[in-house]
């Protein structure tokens, strides 16, 4: 059964950090792109880092740039978001996402093009 877990959401104040972390079971990930995704409440779900299967592209929305890494280890099936200078409209639902991509420096953040999904973890960012 493919399977994908979130891990380390939580409550941070304004400024803080967090690190998500995204685990397969199941399946190897070295073939799929992932994507972090999140969902805020009344607002669209929207892509917000998203790496290649290598590894070697990312892509981040522009109002996480320079707060947000996503990098992946391979050997340990999971994924990672590091979120540092938190603010509060980074609070919402984080999801995580598999595309198979084969193996490939190929990024898309779109979450319609995914395949596989896990079923969130809450982040809110609040004093």
């Known amino acids: 059964q493919l399977q994908l877990v979130e891990f380390g959401g939580g409550l941070v104040q304004p400024g803080g950090s967090l690190r998500l972390s995204c685990a397969a079971s199941?399946?190897?990930?070295?073939?799929?792109?992932i994507g972090w995704f999140r969902q805020a409440p009344g607002k669209e779900r929207e892509g917000v880092s998203c790496i290649s299967s290598r590894g070697g592209s990312t892509f981040s929305v522009d109002s996480v740039k320079g707060r947000f890494t996503i990098s992946r280890d391979n050997a340990k099936n999971t994924v990672y978001l590091q979120m540092n200078s938190l603010k509060p409209e980074d609070t919402g639902v984080y999801y995580c996402a598999a595309k198979f991509a084969g193996l490939s420096d190929y990024v898309i953040c779109k979450g319609d093009e995914y395949d596989y999904w896990g079923q969130g973890t809450q982040v809110t960012v609040s004093s």
């Open positions: 199941g399946f190897t990930l070295d073939y799929y792109a």
